[in-house]
């Protein structure tokens, strides 16, 4: 099993800054994509970015590139989501997911990832 838990949401104005984390533990895989996703009030989850854990390769919603960025730091197992220019459209439950078979492939898709952390709340007022 893979244990992931997401922290760093909260309440920011727009225009606002907000980073994410989210700390990878348990069962060590030969690689992973870590992607974050987001539920908006009322609305299916949906894929913000994505990254291979292992090698450089990443993949960003049209709708948050530019804006936000996905990185890691693999000595501290950590995932995180740099949130920049923040809108109020961008409210919503942020998730931690990691894909732990068929690594080759970054992929936009929740249903292919494996494992997923409880969420933080992001709240962005106008």
């Known amino acids: 099993q893979v244990q992931l838990a997401e922290s760093g949401g909260g309440l920011v104005q727009a225009g606002g800054s907000l980073r994410l984390s989210c700390a990878v533990s348990?069962?060590?895989?030969?690689?992973?994509?870590m992607g974050w996703f987001r539920q908006p009030p009322g609305k299916e989850r949906e894929f913000v970015a994505a990254?291979?854990?292992?090698?450089?390769?990443?993949l960003y919603s049209d709708y948050v590139k530019g804006r936000f960025t996905i990185s890691k730091d693999n000595a501290k197992n950590t995932l995180y989501l740099q949130m920049d220019s923040l809108k109020p459209d961008d409210t919503a439950v942020y998730y931690c997911a990691a894909r732990v078979r068929h690594t080759l492939v970054v992929t936009p898709v929740p249903n292919e990832y494996h494992y997923w952390g409880q969420g933080t709340a992001v709240t962005v007022s106008s």
């Open positions: 348990g069962r060590i895989f030969s690689n992973y994509v």
């Open positions: 990254i291979s854990w292992f090698d450089p390769r990443t």
